[in-house]
């Protein structure tokens, strides 16, 4: 029954970055707009700017990926918007309104379609697991931080 509860729990939540070409570029209103108008309520916020090696550890698991230095570099060269989202389905709910990692592969209306310049530079993260979406948000919000 707890383990139920749990899920349901998890399930309506997921964990976002509006990455730092999309604010350098003055997207973050118009971003968080769509987000909003989407049905995702917002649980916690923050704009915040991440050092290499913070960026390291958010993306650890890409690590030995070739990219990895790019990534790390991007991320850390401005500021972000950091959020925790609420809506039923909301990882996968939250993966189609941001799009395909790829730009050039994402949907018409997608945010990566409408805001990013690239594979690398792609406007904005979305969690890709309840579990991912947990240990994100704990990354950067305490207990106080959000509700
Ligand atoms: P996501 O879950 O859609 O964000 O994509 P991944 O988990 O595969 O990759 C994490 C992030 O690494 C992406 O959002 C990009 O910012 C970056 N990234 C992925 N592939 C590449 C690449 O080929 N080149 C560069 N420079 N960055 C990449
Ligand atoms: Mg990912």
Redesign the pocket.
């Known amino acids: 029954f707890a383990a139920e509860i749990l899920s349901v729990y998890m399930s309506n939540r997921t964990f976002t970055m509006i990455?730092p070409d999309a604010t350098s570029k003055g997207h973050t209103g118009a971003i968080l707009d769509q987000i909003i108008k989407a049905g995702f309520s917002i649980k916690a916020m923050k704009w915040t700017r991440l050092t290499t090696e913070q960026a390291g550890l958010f993306?650890d698991?890409?690590r030995e990926?070739?990219?990895f230095g790019?990534?790390v570099d991007?991320?850390s060269s401005g500021p972000i918007v950091a959020a925790i989202l609420e809506k039923d389905n909301a990882v996968a709910d939250f993966?189609k309104l941001?799009g395909?990692?790829?730009p050039a592969q994402a949907e018409e209306g997608t945010i990566?379609k409408q805001f990013a310049a690239?594979?690398?530079?792609?406007a904005?993260?979305?969690?890709?697991s309840d579990e991912n979406a947990v240990i994100e948000g704990d990354f950067f919000f305490s207990k106080l931080e959000r509700y």
Not at 118 to 122: C, D, F, L, P, Y
Request: charged content about 25%.
């Open positions: 990455k993306y698991i890409h990926r070739p990219f790019e990534l991007f991320m993966r941001i395909a990692t790829n990566r690239s594979v690398g530079e792609n904005v993260h979305g969690s890709d």
